[in-house]
Every structure is written in C-alpha cells, then in structure tokens.
C-alpha cells in the first residue's frame, strides 16, 4: 500500500497518504505509532504535531489486539521470513533452539526498558525524536519505500543519501543474522522500543491464544515454529497456564495452525 501511494495520486486517488509512523487511508482514518507520538510528545511538548484521533484509534486496536502490528503490518516481518518456509523440514527437538532462562529473561526485559528510557531522556534533552527520526527500524523502511514509490510514480532514479539509512538496517542486520540462532528476532524482541509497548499490551489485550491442557501431549511442535523462540511448552503448558501472554508473541498464530492436537485455539477472554 505505502509503495504504490504516489502512482495512485498521480490519478487523483489517495489511498494512503504518509508512512508506517504516521499515515491517512482515504483521508477518512489517520494512525500513529505509539513510540513515535511519545517521542514527538516529549520533544515538543505539545500533541498538534499528529492528530489526536489517530493516537486513540492506534491504541485502541493495540489495546485490544496486542502485539498485531508486529506480526502481521510491519515489513520487517518479511525482512526476517526471507527464506523461511512451511514446506522447511521440522528440526528435532534435540536441535531446537534452547530456551532462554527466566533469569535470561529478566535480563533482556532490563535491557529494553533502559533502551526505551533512555531514548525518551535523550529525547526530552535534545527537544528533537531522535530514535523516530534516525534510528528507528520503521523510518527506515518508509524512507526506503518512499524512494521506490517515487521511481515507480515518476519513472526516473534520483540519487539521494542513504547513508544512515543504509548503515542502519546493515548494522541491525549483522547484529540479528549474528545471534539468530540462539536469540531469534534480536531487534525485535530486546531492542525495538515500539515492540516494547506493543508487547506489554499482550498482558491487558484481550485477543489471546488460548491452551487446552487436556488436549497438548507436549509434543513441542509449537515451540519448533515459534519464530519469537517462545517455549510454550516448557513455560505456558507444564505451568498449567490457560493462555499465552507473553509479551514476545507476535499474534502470527503459527502455533496454532500447526498444533496437530488443536489444544491451542484464538480467543478473546479476560485480560
């Protein structure tokens, strides 16, 4: 949608208008990026820079749905799927990635918050959104599709800067294909302060995947295709959990389709 905006408004038709920070469809419904309004809220202390409908509608559907951007709107999602396939034979369980301890957890939780906290801080003393406007995955993103957009809607290359842009999706690439194995999905997970907040919506979202403990046989295959490395198994199943709200989940429901005793189901309950 966002790389055939221009095309489309060189007939008169407006789709969408802006970027994954911020955007219009059909001049009718304006959304926001959570992080990105904090940001842009703490350096100009003022909310007339983004629409305050499009901040309640964005943590309205977020509130409700959980982390479902990161799964299902975000293009990095396919940046981290390149070569991935259902066809892809099933590792063993003696070759699964190994979970990540509680304590290990804990760890990394740490870490986010101090990144989150710490790009606020920085933030507020520079009175610019620093993370939103250089560092942040998303922009990144846009600016490139932007670019597409205009050499398809124009029909000519123009040569621009990609300096930073470039060196920051190859620096968040060497760090992710570097620790892939043992912590899939780095970024995401312990570094993005966007995926924080949509994580921690997990935990009040009433959209949840439900665990039928009488039906799970433990087999471990849901903890095989989770592309988050969440141990549903060990973590959720053997506690006697009845949903799964980890602030990891990223609502693609793998687990769910390749479940081969259905013991976990898409539900809406209690938070």
């Not at 955007?23 to 350096?43: G, Q, Y």
């Not at 949840?208 to 988050?228: E, F, H, R, S």
Request: aromatic fraction near 12%; proline fraction near 4%; glycine fraction near 4%.
């Amino acid at each position: 949608m966002f790389i055939i905006q221009y095309p489309l408004h060189s007939y008169g038709v407006y789709l969408v208008v802006g970027s994954l920070l911020s955007s219009n469809i059909l001049k009718i419904v304006s959304l926001a990026d959570l992080f990105a309004v904090m940001e842009k809220f703490i350096a100009y202390k003022t909310m007339l820079v983004i629409p305050i409908s499009a901040v309640l509608i964005t943590s309205t559907t977020y509130l409700l749905l959980g982390r479902i951007f990161c799964g299902w709107i975000c293009p990095l999602d396919i940046y981290y799927s390149v070569g991935r396939s259902r066809k892809i034979v099933k590792r063993s369980a003696s070759n699964a990635v190994k979970p990540e301890s509680d304590y290990l957890g804990r760890v990394f939780f740490i870490i986010s918050i101090a990144v989150f906290s710490t790009s606020l801080l920085v933030t507020s003393i520079l009175a610019f959104p620093l993370f939103t406007n250089y560092a942040y995955v998303l922009n990144m993103l846009s600016i490139i599709m932007v670019r597409i957009s205009r050499i398809i809607a124009f029909g000519n290359i123009v040569i621009e800067r990609l300096d930073y842009v470039s060196a920051f999706m190859i620096v968040t690439l060497i760090i992710d294909v570097a620790l892939a194995t043992r912590f899939p999905r780095f970024w995401c997970r312990r570094l993005c302060p966007a995926g924080l907040i949509y994580g921690l919506l997990n935990k009040l979202s009433p959209l949840t995947i439900k665990i039928n403990i009488d039906k799970c046989t433990k087999c471990g295959v849901c903890d095989l295709v989770c592309p988050t490395n969440i141990y549903i198994t060990s973590r959720y199943i053997e506690r006697k959990q009845q949903s799964l709200r980890d602030i990891d989940c990223i609502k693609c429901f793998k687990c769910i389709d390749d479940c081969p005793t259905k013991a976990l189901t898409i539900a809406f309950t209690k938070p």
